[in-house]
């Protein structure tokens, strides 16, 4: 079977980076307290969705990772195997 194995690691390592990226700021969700002020209220708005676009993000970097990875088991190394035409005799 062939694997370019520099992008099999690659892509390995994008999956491994956006999982704990992922993790980690999935677990720093901003909270609000009670009698928050109307500017606070805001900022929490902003801030929960400045994460929420972070967790995005990683998730592509997963999703990039993944396509790498599943690529690199198709992928053909260059100076390979060179085909050769067959020509057919004239009859």
Request: net charge positive; hydrophobic share 50%; aromatic share 4%.
């Amino acid at each position: 079977m062939l694997v370019d194995k520099r992008m099999l690691a690659g892509g390995i390592a994008l999956l491994g980076t956006g999982m704990i990226l992922v993790t980690m700021i999935g677990g720093m969700l901003p909270v609000g307290h009670e009698g928050m002020t109307v500017d606070e209220i805001a900022d929490l708005r902003i801030a929960q969705q400045e994460n929420k676009d972070y967790v995005n993000l990683s998730g592509i970097l997963i999703a990039v990772g993944f396509l790498l990875a599943l690529i690199s088991f198709g992928a053909r190394r260059r100076g390979g195997a060179k085909r050769e035409e067959k020509k057919q005799a004239k009859v």
